[in-house]
Antibody, heavy 120, light 107 residues
Framework: QVQLQESGPGLVKPSETLSLTCTVSGASISSYYWNWIRQPPGKGLEWIGYIYYSGGTNYNPSLKSRVTISVDTSKSQFSLKLSSVTAADTAVYYC??????????????WGQGTLVTVSS | DIQMTQSPSSLSASVGDRVTITCRASQSISSYLNWFQQKPGKAPNLLIYTASSLQSGVPSRFSGSGSGTDFTLTISSLQPEDFTTYYCQQTYSTPYTFGQGTKLEIK
C-alpha cells in the first residue's frame, strides 16, 4: 500500500527557511500530484501547494512568495521549502498524494505529519 | 478563494444516533467535495470523495450527498470511534480549501 513519510527539522529559527521532505513508498511517484498541507496547533487545515511528478507546480497565493516545492523522482521524494518563517508558520506539516481521475481530485493517502516549531 | 463553511462547528450526540454535518461553498463547486475524519494527533483520513463516493475500507454508515454549493455528510448510526473531528474540502479550483471543522462529541 502507498505510504508517505515526512522528515526534516522540528525546530526552525525565525527568518530562516523551513525544509521538509516526503518519501513515497509502495507506489510510483509518477502520474500523481503531490501536496503539502499544514495545520497550526488546534486549528484547521491549509493547503500549501502541489507538484506534479513532471515538475509542474501550483501554490497557494497566500504563501506563493515564500514557497518552493520540488520533486526527485529517482528517490521517490518531494520537498517543501518555506522561506522567511515566523511563529505563524508553526504547524504540523502533512504531505499527501492527490489522485486525479476524470478531472475529479481527492487526497489519499496522507503522511503522519511532522510538527515544525518556529522559535529562537 | 472559495470559502467552505461547515455547520455546526460542534455537535453532541449519542452512540447509535444519526447525525448530519453540512458544508456550504461560497460558489458552485459541482461535486468536487471531499470529507475527511481526523482523530487527535493523526492525519486526516479520507471518508468520501466527489461528494458521494465512499472511500475503500470506510464503513457504510458514512455517506455523502450534495452538489453545487450545499453538501452533507451523514453518519447513520454513531459508533464510539466516530466521536472526533470532520472536515470538508473543495478541489474544484486552487487554492484548495477546507471547512473549519466539525467536532463531534459524546452527549
Amino acid at each position: 500500500q502507498v505510504q508517505l513519510q515526512e522528515s526534516g527539522p522540528g525546530l526552525v529559527k525565525p527568518s530562516e527557511t523551513l525544509s521538509l521532505t516526503c518519501t513515497v513508498s509502495g507506489a510510483s511517484i509518477s502520474s500523481y500530484y503531490w501536496n503539502w498541507i499544514r495545520q497550526p496547533p488546534g486549528k484547521g487545515l491549509e493547503w500549501i501547494g502541489y507538484i506534479y511528478y513532471s515538475g509542474g507546480t501550483n501554490y497557494n497565493p497566500s504563501l506563493k512568495s515564500r514557497v518552493t516545492i520540488s520533486v526527485d523522482t529517482s528517490k521517490s521524494q518531494f520537498s517543501l521549502k518555506l522561506s522567511s518563517v515566523t511563529a505563524a508558520d508553526t504547524a504540523v506539516y502533512y504531505c499527501a498524494r492527490m489522485v486525479n481521475r476524470g478531472g475529479e481530485n481527492w487526497f489519499d493517502p496522507w503522511g503522519q505529519g511532522t510538527l515544525v516549531t518556529v522559535s529562537s | 478563494d472559495i470559502q467552505m463553511t461547515q455547520s455546526p462547528s460542534s455537535l453532541s450526540a449519542s452512540v447509535g444516533d444519526r447525525v448530519t454535518i453540512t458544508c456550504r461553498a461560497s460558489q458552485s463547486i459541482s461535486s468536487y467535495l471531499n470529507w475527511f475524519q481526523q482523530k487527535p494527533g493523526k492525519a486526516p483520513n479520507l471518508l468520501i470523495y466527489t461528494a458521494s463516493s465512499l472511500q475503500s475500507g470506510v464503513p457504510s454508515r458514512f455517506s455523502g450527498s450534495g452538489s453545487g454549493t450545499d453538501f452533507t455528510l451523514t453518519i447513520s448510526s454513531l459508533q464510539p470511534e466516530d466521536f472526533t473531528t470532520y472536515y470538508c474540502q473543495q478541489t474544484y479550483s486552487t487554492p484548495y480549501t477546507f471547512g473549519q471543522g466539525t467536532k463531534l462529541e459524546i452527549k
